[in-house]
């Protein structure tokens, strides 16, 4: 897993699990209806950008940009949730049919309005009986508003990205 605090060494691994497992088991009504929407990643060469607000009063956007090569259009989604008291959210933008056929040769997801906790990157995301298959940590890097792929390391592989976010602190 990554998280923006730069440890890659598994040492916070405990941590991050237990978090997704409280994310994971909370009651449906702790978490705001989630809003899926579809969106085509074009190949081509060209930068591309596809973002989403959500929230009270679209308190948080989460943003994906990228560039591919190859084939044609696939229809991704992105899906955003906040929790009920809207204090963090979540941004998942993948491939609904698993595994893309695209070649990636840039992507970043950034957040506005909140902080990443959590963010991860996939090669392959789960379809049918398959399970999410996630990047090596040295093809991309998280910071505190975004996860992006990592020049000259990234293989150029992206199914699927998941974040989750807490509100940005705001100074007196």
């Given at each position: 897993m990554?998280?923006?605090s730069?440890?890659?060494d ?13 994310v ?9 209806e ?8 074009r ?7 596809f973002?989403q ?89 998280v ?20 974040i ?9």
């Amino acid at each position: 897993m990554a998280a923006p605090s730069g440890r890659r060494d598994g040492g916070g691994a405990g941590w991050w699990a237990a978090l997704l497992l409280v994310v994971a088991l909370r009651p449906a009504e702790a978490v705001s209806e989630p809003m899926t929407v579809a969106f085509d990643v074009r190949p081509g060469g060209v930068v591309h950008s596809f973002s989403q607000n959500v929230g009270p009063g679209d308190k948080y956007t989460c943003m994906f940009t990228y560039a591919s090569q190859g084939g044609t259009n696939e229809q991704w989604q992105m899906s955003l949730g906040t929790s009920e008291d809207h204090q963090h959210f979540t941004c998942t933008i993948w491939r609904p049919q698993g595994k893309s056929y695209l070649y990636f040769t840039q992507f970043k997801a950034e957040v506005r309005g909140a902080e990443i906790e959590y963010a991860m990157a996939y090669s392959k995301a789960a379809f049918e009986r398959e399970s999410d298959i996630p990047l090596k940590n040295e093809e991309f890097e998280v910071t505190k508003t975004a996860v992006a792929h990592k020049p000259g390391a990234f293989k150029a592989e992206l199914s699927k990205l998941v974040i989750v976010a807490k509100a940005a602190r705001s100074e007196l």
